[in-house]
């Protein structure tokens, strides 16, 4: 059974395996969890976002065997828009740098994140060792 003990403006929690936890060291483990979280969005996030990525690459060269002359649907939004080849080729190439804009975005976020958790991760193993797990259960 688990016992709240408080300490001066540190509130220190005690288990039966009496290890302490202080409100600070709760704090880091509650940034901890949250950024891991984060990190699964960023994940799934990047999944979409390159599957996307692919998928315009692929009509690129499909479009190339199109005729000239032949008009082309686009779809923006909801509606698809019929273009001449080369609008639309102009139009997937737009499309497909914002998506690498929105990936390298992700990605520099998620460095941030890591960054933050290498660091959380190196001071809750260095004042609980082997009495706390953070690493991902896949």
């Known amino acids: 059974m688990a016992a709240k003990v408080a300490s001066g403006t540190n509130k220190v929690f005690q288990n039966h395996d009496d290890v302490h936890i202080s409100f600070e060291d709760q704090q880091r483990i509650n940034r901890f969890a949250k950024h891991n979280a ?9 999944e979409t976002k390159r599957s996307e990525l692919k998928s315009l690459e692929e009509a690129l060269e499909e479009i190339e065997l199109f005729d000239e002359d032949e008009d082309i649907p686009f779809l923006v939004g ?3 828009l019929s273009h001449k080849l080369e609008k639309t080729q102009d ?14 975005g992700v990605e520099a976020k998620t460095k941030v994140i890591k960054a933050e958790m290498d660091e959380l991760k190196a ?9 706390i797990s953070l690493e991902a259960e896949d």
């Open 78 to 80: 909801e509606v698809f």
């Open 91 to 104: 139009m997937l190439k737009e499309t497909k740098e914002q998506v690498l804009k929105e990936i390298a």
């Open 123 to 131: 001071h809750l193993y260095q004042r609980f060792g082997s009495n």
């Open 38 to 46: 984060r990190m699964d969005d960023f994940k799934a996030e990047l």
